[in-house]
């Protein structure tokens, strides 16, 4: 039987370091195992089989790939693999596509004989993987196969892992690019407010704003976090402590939450306040917007994101081959392999997908140390 491979949904930096590292680690016990790839996301395992598929990969093809953003299998979202609301208009016609992509993926499953698909992505990918290993079952329930998730994602939203594979090569192009805002915001003494990506989650605009130095964070799961009111009460504390230009990083999530216009709101809700007019001498202080969005998740993968796709490609090839992590239980059906510190751990895929997206928590260490470093509404010192 042989292991599928794919990446699915948004590209993270360390995804092709994934890929070999699954390759290798399985070639590395059993040469003679077939290996194949599915190029473009799930779209690749539910197309004409030679025109997205990789048969009998072979060990270069995983040269040269390691230093590489992005990745080289390609990937993609997938509407037929969404789940439908009851009250789609369009309903009929979602779930009659659905069916036909799930029917073409496990008969396309089959005939390769993949035993084991090895899913490189998100919980959204996980979702669909998890529907298509249904109708596998219910179509050939004779043939063993099952689903092995490996987190990968610039969000860092996956229950059951500490890191996901992406998020420490985003964090340092954010950081890196909130420290080159700085020397422009500091020239000029402006306000910036900046979004990054980070899909429902806070955790990648969280980290940044701290590792940054950003004076003030709005995350969606803290909703005083993203009032203006409070923003601008922040501002002033610190316009009173002779801080005379400002960075706001705010995530996505929380534009997702009030619309497009909330950073637009915020940025005339600053220069049209009073007092932050009157401590500017009079006339309002110059806000400008910007979104790092794509460019969080370009470039090479940071030496933490590959060893994160070593560790876990690794831990992978040992559920395949073992049927679990080395001095472990076995483990039974769809899994995830994550980490917790410098471990992996496996989890239940259905869990995974139940939990996930992890959010930050008031009580999240992360967001007190936030709450610690950077401006508060009634600065105390
Ligand atoms: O999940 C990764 C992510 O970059 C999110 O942070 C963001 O919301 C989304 O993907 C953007 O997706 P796309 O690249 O499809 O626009």
């Known amino acids: 039987m042989s292991v599928g491979i794919l990446t699915s949904g948004g590209d993270a930096p360390g995804m092709n370091a994934a890929v070999r590292a699954v390759f290798r680690s399985i070639k590395m016990r059993e040469p003679a195992r077939e290996i194949v790839f599915f190029r473009g996301g799930f779209r690749g395992l539910a197309r004409k089989l030679d025109s997205s598929t990789e048969r009998n990969v072979q060990r270069q093809e995983t040269r040269g790939i390691i230093h590489r953003g992005g990745t080289f299998l390609g990937t993609g979202r997938v509407p037929e693999l969404k789940v439908t609301r ?26 390769m004989e993949v035993s084991d698909l090895v899913v490189i992505g998100g919980d959204g990918s996980f979702a669909g993987a998890r529907l298509i290993a249904r109708h596998f079952r219910e179509m050939f329930p004779d043939r063993p196969f099952r689903v092995l998730g490996l987190p990968g994602t610039i969000d860092n939203d996956i229950w059951g892992t500490d890191y996901s594979i992406g998020f420490d090569t985003a964090l340092n192009n954010v950081v890196d690019a909130i420290r080159k ?13 900046l979004e990054v990506m980070g899909n429902t989650s806070g955790w990648l605009a969280l980290q940044s704003a701290i590792a940054g130095g950003a004076s003030v964070v709005a995350i969606p799961e803290v909703p005083a976090s993203h009032d203006h009111e409070h923003i601008v009460r922040r501002l002033i504390s610190g316009f009173e402590r002779d801080y005379r230009y400002f960075i706001i990083v705010y995530a996505e999530g929380v534009a997702k939450q009030h619309g497009e216009g909330w950073a637009q709101q915020l940025r005339r809700r600053i220069e049209s306040n009073a007092t932050l007019v009157r401590l500017h001498g009079g006339t309002p202080m110059e806000v400008r917007l910007n979104s790092i969005g794509h460019l969080a998740r370009g470039g090479s993968p940071s030496a933490l994101d ?13 559920v395949i081959l073992d049927g679990r992590l080395p001095d472990d239980a076995p483990v039974d059906g769809d899994v995830m392999v994550g980490c917790a510190g410098p471990r992996p751990v496996v989890h239940s895929l259905d869990e995974v997908i139940a939990r996930s997206p992890r959010l930050v928590t008031e009580d999240s260490p992360l967001y007190r140390i936030a709450q610690n470093l950077m401006l508060s509404a009634d600065q105390p010192f």
Do not use: M, W, Y
């Open 306 to 318: 590959n060893t994160l796709a070593g560790l876990l490609g690794t831990a992978a090839a040992d």
């Open 181 to 193: 805002i700085r020397d422009t915001v500091e020239s000029h003494k402006r306000v910036i407010i």
């Open 86 to 111: 009851e009250d789609a208009p369009d309903r009929v016609a979602r779930l009659a596509a659905q069916e036909s992509f799930l029917r073409v993926a496990a008969v396309n499953l089959f005939q």
